[in-house]
């Protein structure tokens, strides 16, 4: 059975690095932490 | 359940799999049948990788566990994004390149063979352990909750799956998981509204919220650190991460979802969709749970929402005063609520204070009987460890959703038991052909050969989740472990993947040896300490990597690698 084949890698689709697309998600996560936080510290 | 909600049931689970089997025409190759010849878009394998993560458990004992300790659960989340990227920037790029069905396979290109064959039983006696689990414990809540003979849903919603997935391969499963998708997030949505709807006048959004939080079920984030507390947002960091990093890493149920992209890049956003995406998912979940617990402040709920047991213990002399103290709670507690949203209103902080006082006190109260309620349970011959938090919420929809919105929540249980047990079979199968069947059985067979075998033990293990499924009963409370079960193999996974990609100079024996040692260290804690299941794997992959470079750098020098029996994967 042969080996599946290799596929290309490409950029991202935006922002134009993945490295830059990992630091938005990091401050994504940053963000929506401190949403939960918030939300707990309001409603308590 | 209506004719209606029969229709809506019927129309939703035929249409999903007529157009799962539509999409997964031609596949009659086996890197069609397994990979989807690498043609997939990133939002398929998106939908597919949380729809495989999210069993109807996931729905079930989510919202009821909000219901009972608040929102904390999404914190078991956070460390999912941090996960995503480590994923993306190492292993996807790396599976790819390596050509691989199976991240086992890659394991033999990078250690020996023995380490690929120890990984993948490791996979396949924890995967098909929770296989069986997947459609057992709805198939469970639905017999209760309206009265399906357990055996006849197990056998309903196993064959349906076998069916799509063994005539379809891994296109039939990733298409009918993103219509499977669609039907979880519109019920659930739906869901939400009608709560929120069914809340008296009196009381605005605003207001539930506001009831909700002050008893404390908003309580999203929690910042003190216990070992033996599974949820504060230092687990979720630390030890969700090295779950996840398990999960969606090591685990092929989930490696074999991005391997059908056809690009990095399409994998790699995938995933990422579901960095983004997952944390407000749960979150969205959780709050249901939360106005859930607001609607049964002005209905009175069943002391327990298992109402065969309690039926069984009502007639009991002892749970008589337990009743009469449970009716008596409610009641202070809707006063109470009722007199805190009045003073909320009317901006008197001091009685707004007084009022909260008196409302988490009768809260209080009311958790005591509950708790009283189940201890009888257990007492009288129930369930040891009995709690009613999965059938919290379809209690509630059977009794208060309107007729046709009953059948799409029943129809985003079985989609999501679908999706996620769909997963689960292909990749058993997967691994069983590519990793042991051709490797070590039946060699240099022709492409054909090897397509039915993977149509068989599809088949097999379709059949045998099934069979499990219907034995589980006998496991009682171990039903509520299977989190826990997973995580007593994957520590070990992820510590060898973490040699595999991080340790260049770590030879195959050195990581075997730390793999045994990993799942020894792994079931020591579990069976002599109150560590929380959530650092078993921290636990386990630090064992594994630290025996592995033990032996590397103070062990005697490994002489050439030697293969005795060459991979035919190489001709």
């Known amino acids: 059975m042969p080996h599946t084949r290799d596929v290309p890698d490409t950029p991202p689709p935006f922002l134009g690095s993945w490295r830059r697309v990992y630091t938005a998600t990091l401050v994504y996560l940053v963000l929506i932490i401190s949403i939960c936080y918030l939300f707990t510290r309001i409603y308590r | 359940m209506t004719p209606l909600d029969w229709v809506v049931l019927v129309t939703a689970l035929v249409s999903i799999i007529a157009y799962g089997l539509y999409r997964s025409r031609g596949s009659n190759t086996v890197d069609r049948y397994l990979l989807a010849g690498k043609s997939m878009p990133w939002y398929a394998m998106a939908l597919s990788i949380m729809a495989t993560q999210a069993s109807a458990i996931t729905f079930i004992s989510t919202t009821g566990q909000s219901y009972v300790d608040g929102m904390r659960f999404v914190q078991f989340y956070f460390g999912l994004p941090l996960a995503m990227i480590v994923i993306c920037a190492t292993v996807v ?13 890659y394991l033999e290109k990078r250690f020996d063979s023995k380490t690929r064959v120890l990984a993948s039983i490791i996979f396949l006696c924890q995967r098909g352990f929770s296989a069986g689990l997947t459609i057992y414990a709805p198939a469970l809540v639905l017999s209760v909750i309206l009265g399906w003979p357990e055996r006849t849903t197990t056998i309903l919603m196993g064959a349906t799956v076998v069916t799509y997935t063994v005539l379809g391969g891994i296109k039939a499963v990733t298409w009918s998981d993103v219509q499977q998708m669609g039907v979880i997030l519109l019920g659930l949505v739906i869901s939400l509204v009608t709560v929120i709807k069914l809340l008296p006048a009196s009381v605005s959004f605003g207001d539930a919220v506001y009831l909700a939080g002050a008893a404390g079920r908003l309580n ?12 504060n947002i230092w687990s979720g960091l630390i030890g969700g991460t090295f779950l996840f990093l398990s999960y969606f890493g090591c685990d092929q149920s989930q490696v074999q979802r991005y391997l059908t992209g056809k690009s990095i890049a399409q994998s790699r956003l995938s995933l990422l969709f579901n960095a983004v995406a997952k944390i407000p998912m749960q979150f969205f979940i959780l709050f249901i749970g939360a106005m859930v617990f607001v609607f049964y402040l002005f209905v009175q709920p069943p002391v327990l929402f298992q109402h065969l047991e309690l039926k069984r213990i009502s007639g009991m002399s002892e749970f008589q005063s337990t009743q009469q103290q449970y009716q008596r709670a409610f009641d202070q507690r809707k006063q109470a609520a009722l007199a805190l949203v009045e003073a909320h209103h009317a901006g008197d902080a001091a009685g707004e204070e007084r009022q909260k006082l008196e409302y988490r006190a009768a809260q209080k109260d009311l958790d005591v009987t509950r708790a009283a309620a189940a201890k009888l349970v257990e007492k009288t011959g129930g369930e040891k460890g009995f709690n009613d938090t999965n059938y919290i919420f379809l209690s509630f929809v059977t009794k208060y959703l309107p007729s046709g919105l009953v059948g799409l929540v029943i129809a985003v249980i079985f989609a999501a038991t679908m999706s996620a047990s769909s997963g689960e079979i292909n990749s058993l199968a997967t691994v069983s052909v590519i990793d042991l069947y051709q490797r070590h059985f039946k060699r ?16 097999f293990w379709g059949a045998y989740a099934v069979v499990f499924a219907g034995w589980a009963g006998r496991l009682g409370s171990l039903i509520v472990a299977v ?3 997973g995580s007593l193999f994957y520590g070990s996974l992820l510590g ?10 770590v030879r195959g024996t050195a990581v075997f040896t730390g793999m045994l040692a990993g799942e020894a260290a792994i079931f020591a804690t579990a069976y002599f300490t109150d560590v929380s299941w959530l650092w078993y794997n921290v636990i386990g992959s630090v064992v594994v990597i630290v025996i592995a470079l033990g032996i590397t750098y103070l062990g005697p020098e490994p002489g050439p690698r030697v293969e005795l029996e060459p991979d035919p994967l190489e001709y």
């Open chain 2, 93 to 105: 790029p790396l599976f790819h390149h390596a050509r691989v069905y199976t991240a086992y396979e």
């Open chain 2, 496 to 505: 060898c993947f973490t040699l595999a990609i991080v340790f260049p100079k």
């Open chain 2, 444 to 459: 240099g067979a022709s492409d054909v050969h090897y397509l039915w075998a993977s149509r068989w033990l599809t088949l």
């Open chain 2, 220 to 231: 999203a984030v929690t910042t003190h650190f216990d070992w033996n507390d599974r949820f």
């Open chain 2, 483 to 485: 989190n826990k079960v």
